[in-house]
């Protein structure tokens, strides 16, 4: 087993899922992702004037303060209350009796605000939601494998919005390699893939992010396919052998020969470029909150 915590070259991957939420105190942008929701009452209606619009996912929520965190990391807390309106696009809340409220703000849901000022108070004076997000919010909140299984397109949207590697923080990163044109795994693949999975489990927040490669042997397209290959014979024994959760699992590519980890002219080089990397990954926004 290898264990790095070098940041690979090339990601092109990435999602923000829920979090639960500490207690404490109120601030309007920081970028200290340890703030929570709790603040000031709110003032006069007729002394706010029209404030930021802001977009982001929801990463924390208490009573009626919501933590939106934006692509950049910077986060906002916002206030809603019974003069918020809150639109969601058509499917889900598009039948007749089926309106979103302010209920449907759940954790790990990205959202287009507009929102009225006073001073350093932010209130939203409209919440808006692709219902695809909001689906696949629900089910990172239930998280039910079914479900996971059923909205795969639903979920890669999400995690694609804030598709940026350099968001995330990189705990670790195991190798598991593979023979000249195989996917199978070897019986010590499968026991450091397991052990991967117990080094997740121990740290808080993490996700994995599974990335296949191959040597320079063949064709761009064929490695290309035998990389994809790779990293879903991965994924697939960590799910079902290691008991890893598919929603703790981000969307699993395959980069062919690039990046290699060695020098592709030599047969030692190639059988180290051979390989799927397992990344233990935790967002830089919820990095060290219980």
């Given at each position: ?39 000031e009452p709110l003032p006069d ?188 014979s991965v994924i697939n024994y ?53």
């Amino acid at each position: 087993m290898r264990l790095n915590s070098n940041k690979p070259a090339a990601f092109a991957l990435l999602g923000m899922l829920a979090i639960p939420m500490s207690a404490g105190l109120s601030a309007q942008v920081n970028n200290d992702p340890n703030i929570v929701v709790t603040g000031e009452p709110l003032p006069d209606m007729s002394a706010m004037t029209p404030g930021p619009e802001l977009k982001g996912v929801i990463t924390s929520r208490k009573g009626d303060r919501l933590k939106i965190t934006a692509a950049d990391g910077t986060s906002t807390v916002v206030a809603v209350n019974e003069t918020t309106k809150i639109k969601a696009s058509s499917g889900l809340f598009g039948s007749k009796g089926a309106k979103p409220t302010t209920a449907s703000l759940l954790n790990g849901l990205p959202v287009t605000v507009k929102t009225m000022q006073a001073g350093q108070v932010l209130l939203a004076s409209q919440v808006s939601f692709k219902n695809n997000d909001f689906k696949t919010a629900m089910m990172i909140r239930n998280g039910t494998e079914q479900q996971f299984a059923e909205q795969t397109a639903a979920t890669q949207a999400l995690r694609g919005r804030m598709a940026d590697i350099d968001n995330y923080n990189i705990k670790g990163t195991t190798n598991v390699f593979f023979d000249t044109g195989k996917w199978q795994l070897s019986p010590q693949a499968k026991m450091e893939l397991c052990n991967a999975a117990q080094q997740a489990e121990a740290t808080n927040n993490a996700l994995l992010l599974v990335v296949g490669y191959t040597d320079s042997v063949g064709s761009e397209e064929y490695n290309q396919t035998l990389s994809e290959k790779r990293a879903s014979s991965v994924i697939n024994y960590l799910q079902q052998a290691c008991r890893w959760k598919p929603y703790r699992v981000l969307t699993p590519t395959g980069m062919a020969e690039a990046d290699p980890l060695a020098d592709n002219t030599t047969e030692e080089g190639k059988a180290q470029n051979r390989r799927v990397a397992v990344n233990i990954l935790v967002s830089k926004s919820v990095d060290g909150l219980e």
